[in-house]
C-alpha cells in the first residue's frame, strides 16, 4: 500500500482537494441537514459549530497527512464546496482494507457530482494506492444509496446484512454488506473496455 495522501485529483466538472480552513463551516452546515446527514455514518459532530472548531482543526491539521484520504468535493465552476468525500480505515480490518463514504450539499444532488467524485476516488484507492479492497454497507431502506453503491460497481456480499448505528438515527439500523477487491475492480474496468 502506498501512503501518498490526499492528492489532488481533477474530474471534468471537480476539483478534489485536502480540506481547508475556509471548507470547515461549509462542511458543517452542509451536515447538519437532515436529509443529508440521516445515513451518514460521522461522530463527534455537535449542534454548533463553535462546539465542534477545536475538532475540526484537528481534522485540518492532518489534512495533508500520508495516511489521509480524505477531500473536499469543489465545483470548477464556481469554486464551491459541495462536499466531502473519503476512505478511511475500517475498524477491526487490515489497513489495506478500507471503507468509503461521502455527503454533498442537498442543493447540489442529483446532478451526478457524488458519482464523479466517487468513481475518480475509488479508482485513485485501487490504482496508486495499492489497496486491497473497500468494504462498506448501505441501510435497506435506503435504496437509492444501495442502488448508487451497484452503479459503482459494488457487490452485494450475498444476504450478509448487519445492524449499524447512524449518528443522527436514534435505533439501529438493518444494512447490506457491499465490497470491491482490486480484482473485482480491475475486471470490473477490463469488460467495460471491452464491451467499448
Known amino acids: 500500500m502506498n501512503f ?13 482537494r485536502p480540506t481547508e480552513k475556509k471548507d ?10 437532515p436529509e443529508v446527514n440521516k445515513y ?15 475538532w475540526q482543526l ?5 489534512a495533508h497527512n500520508q495516511d489521509v484520504f480524505q477531500w ?6 464556481d469554486n464551491r464546496c459541495i462536499g ?10 487490515p489497513v489495506e482494507i478500507r471503507d468509503i463514504g461521502w455527503f454533498i450539499d442537498l442543493n447540489e444532488q442529483r446532478k451526478g457530482y457524488a458519482y464523479e467524485a466517487a ?16 468494504e462498506t ?24 446484512t448487519h445492524k449499524q448505528k447512524y449518528t443522527f438515527m436514534k435505533e439501529l439500523v438493518d444494512c447490506y454488506s457491499y465490497g470491491i477487491t482490486e480484482k473485482e475492480y480491475c475486471n470490473k474496468k477490463k469488460n467495460i473496455l471491452i464491451r467499448k
Not at 470547515?24 to 441537514?33: G, T, V
Not at 479508482?123 to 473497500?134: C, K, L, P, Q, Y
Open 84 to 93: 466531502q468525500i473519503s476512505v478511511q480505515e475500517k475498524q477491526d480490518s
Open 4 to 16: 501518498i495522501g490526499s492528492k489532488i485529483i481533477e474530474t471534468e466538472r471537480l476539483i478534489l
Open 119 to 134: 468513481s475518480k476516488i475509488i479508482d485513485f484507492m485501487f490504482n496508486e494506492v495499492r489497496i486491497e479492497a473497500i
Open 58 to 62: 484537528k481534522k485540518l491539521q492532518r
Open 24 to 33: 470547515l463551516k461549509i462542511l458543517f452546515d452542509i451536515l447538519l441537514i
Open 137 to 160: 454497507s448501505s441501510a435497506i431502506c435506503n435504496p437509492a444509496s444501495f442502488g448508487f453503491m451497484e452503479k459503482l460497481g459494488f457487490y452485494k456480499r450475498g444476504n450478509m
Open 72 to 77: 473536499s468535493i469543489v465545483k470548477k465552476e
Open 40 to 54: 451518514y455514518l460521522t461522530t463527534k459532530i455537535g449542534k454548533s459549530f463553535e462546539e465542534d472548531h477545536k
